[in-house]
């Protein structure tokens, strides 16, 4: 499986951005599909994950402002954020989860000027 990810970028407090993440490859089948983040000297932590099922989970720091939703006929995962915050700035990770396996994007840069 394959995962390209598009939409960091450069952005103000208060702003939005949209990121964006197709799978591909063969004979896969996928459940759970979202998005992790690292800061600089920080660990990986979870931001948002949706499963096939429509099941929705959020870090507490991003509840409210962040949404994510998924396309399961094109396996793609998008993450709406808004309110963006400086502490929002980090690398941001597709990840996938298939029956068997775990992957993740090559990680796209999200910074926030305050």
């Known amino acids: 499986v394959q995962l390209q990810a598009s939409g960091g970028g450069l952005v103000q407090a208060g702003g939005s951005l949209r990121l964006s993440c197709a799978a591909s490859g063969n004979n896969f089948r996928i459940t759970t599909m979202g998005w992790y983040r690292q800061a600089p000297g920080k660990e990986r932590e979870l931001v948002a994950i949706i499963t096939d099922f429509g099941s929705e989970n959020y870090a507490d720091s991003v509840k409210g402002r962040f949404t994510i939703s998924s396309d399961d006929a094109k396996n793609t995962v998008v993450l709406q954020m808004n309110s963006l915050k400086p502490e929002d700035s980090a690398v941001y990770y597709c990840?996938?989860?298939?029956?068997?396996?775990?992957?993740w994007g090559q990680g796209t840069l999200v910074t926030v000027s305050s």
């Open positions: 990840y996938v989860n298939t029956l068997f396996n775990n992957y």
